[in-house]
């Protein structure tokens, strides 16, 4: 019965692997559940078995890239009280996921141009405790109140992840030369996006 189990496992394994590297090749629209079996070395109704369907799959395989990063964060967030740094530490821990992590961004990038829905990041049970620590850090001071804090997150999303997608286009810019434009870019980030951000009786400490 171990055996079995093992055997399972494995299997599960290399259907997420060879899907992943298909959707991040051709996207999630132009890639079969066929040519997943194939590459897999095994057989559509295995595939139906363990995901349920090819949404299931997609789902596995984003799960995958961002469940470490979640539950980095959702630990964090359960040991101490909010703060205006802890809020600069998430931000900069997205940015290196990315950085760390191209085929996520080619992932990202193919479900965006297809318009997938079902494809997007944008998941708010995933996004949800991250929406409510900005909540908590409006509530405790550190952040304007005027904004939603679902769109303070998507502030941040949304220019981190439109850096990685379109990164190689900005290779040849003269203005954004230098020995880190990665590192330059998040600075950027940091000084507008907590200029703008916070709270005004926390400007004086930007």
Not at 8 to 26: D, M, P, S, Y
Not at 56 to 83: C, D, P
Not at 126 to 139: K, T, Y
Request: hydrophobic share 40%.
């Amino acid at each position: 019965m171990a055996r079995r189990a093992r055997d399972a496992e494995a299997t599960k394994r290399e259907i997420l692997v060879a899907a992943e590297g298909l959707f991040a090749a051709q996207g999630y629209g132009s890639t079969s559940l066929a040519q997943i079996a194939r590459k897999s070395h095994t057989h559509k109704s295995l595939i139906l078995h363990h995901f349920g369907s090819k949404d299931g799959l997609w789902q596995a395989v984003k799960e995958g890239r961002f469940a470490n990063f979640v539950n980095q964060q959702k630990a964090l967030f359960n040991q101490r009280s909010v703060s205006l740094e802890e809020v600069r530490r998430t931000t900069e821990a997205y940015f290196e996921l990315l950085k760390n992590d191209p085929v996520l961004v080619q992932l990202l990038t193919r479900a965006e141009l297809e318009q997938d829905l079902s494809c997007s990041q944008y998941d708010e049970k995933r996004l949800a405790p991250f929406v409510s620590r900005m909540r908590d850090a409006q509530e405790a001071g550190y952040l304007r109140r005027d904004v939603p804090p679902a769109h303070l997150l998507l502030i941040i999303i949304n220019v981190i992840t439109q850096w990685f997608e379109a990164r190689a286009v900005f290779r040849d810019w003269s203005e954004l030369q230098g020995s880190d434009p990665d590192k330059a870019f998040l600075e950027s980030v940091n000084k507008v996006f907590f200029e703008g951000a916070l709270a005004d009786e926390n400007r004086e400490e930007i």
